[in-house]
């Protein structure tokens, strides 16, 4: 059985202070074959290799935009440097509060918990997400049933955290080679991605810490005090 390990599964920075030689470098990247694709994002240009891009040739101060998919931060840790930490520290070297004066910026990152050992029991957290026994700072709740299997989303994909926990098996079609395997995911844009890469600590201690401030479940909200509700067990189990 596999076992359960949390993954970066979106990337997304811009960089106004290296060219698209040196931001190749950087990743590690110089001895694959990229191609030359056109841009998108307000980008002319983009080089392209296994869901890594690299786009160029922008307007005046736009710089260079690098996006990763899934599969993207895959290729990366395979064929790059797949060293996040120092590019983390690099980007939160180069930012600054002020967007004029800001050299670097992340503006999107995903980080993926992957369940294989049934800690997390989607079918109850359906249940309980519709008896609203959760405590979050997300406005916006739904739980999903549909023939890619069942979802429980917290927030909204277009504002800056979102929290999605659905069928990975199911969605990946992989019903005959693993039993159980459930991805619990952050969504992380702007101010929060910037957030997360301020904290101390490495991807677990990180993940959890932000998962944490923005859901839990509980047995019963203490409508006086919600901060004051009881963790449930299993999502106490999760947690730890």
């Given at each position: 059985m596999k076992t359960d390990f949390l993954i970066y599964d979106y990337l997304t920075f811009t960089t106004?202070?290296?060219k698209v030689s040196e931001v190749v470098e950087l990743l590690g990247l110089s001895d694959v074959k990229f191609e030359l694709m056109n841009g998108f994002y307000g980008y002319k240009d983009k080089l392209f290799f296994d869901n890594i891009s690299i786009m160029f040739n922008g307007r005046v101060g736009m710089g260079v935009c690098v996006e990763m998919s899934g599969k993207g931060c895959r290729a990366f840790e395979t064929y790059g440097t797949g060293d996040y930490d120092s590019l983390f520290a690099l980007i939160l070297q180069n930012?600054?509060?002020?967007?004029?004066?800001?050299?670097?910026?992340?503006?999107?990152?995903?980080?993926a918990y992957?369940?294989?050992?049934?800690?997390?029991?989607?079918?109850?957290l359906c249940r309980e997400t519709q008896k609203h026994n959760f405590v979050s700072r997300f406005?916006?709740?739904?739980?999903?049933?549909?023939?890619?299997?069942?979802?429980?989303?917290?927030?909204s994909k277009a504002s800056t955290a979102f929290v999605r926990i659905y069928d990975k098996r199911l969605e990946q079609n992989m019903q005959d080679v693993v039993s159980h395997w459930?991805?619990?995911?952050?969504?992380?844009?702007k101010d929060c991605a910037i957030g997360y890469l301020m904290l101390s600590g490495d991807i677990n201690t990180k993940y959890f810490q932000?998962?944490?401030?923005?859901?839990?479940?509980?047995?019963?909200?203490?409508q006086s005090n919600p901060s004051m509700s009881e963790i449930a067990s299993y999502w106490l189990k999760f947690l730890q």
């Open positions: 106004k202070i290296q930012y600054d509060d002020d967007a004029d004066k800001r050299k670097m910026n992340i503006t999107r990152l995903d980080i992957d369940d294989f050992s049934g800690v997390l029991d989607l079918p109850l406005k916006d709740w739904q739980v999903i049933y549909g023939n890619k299997g069942i979802a429980v989303n917290h927030g459930v991805r619990c995911e952050l969504q992380l844009r932000v998962l944490n401030n923005y859901l839990r479940y509980v047995n019963v909200v203490v």
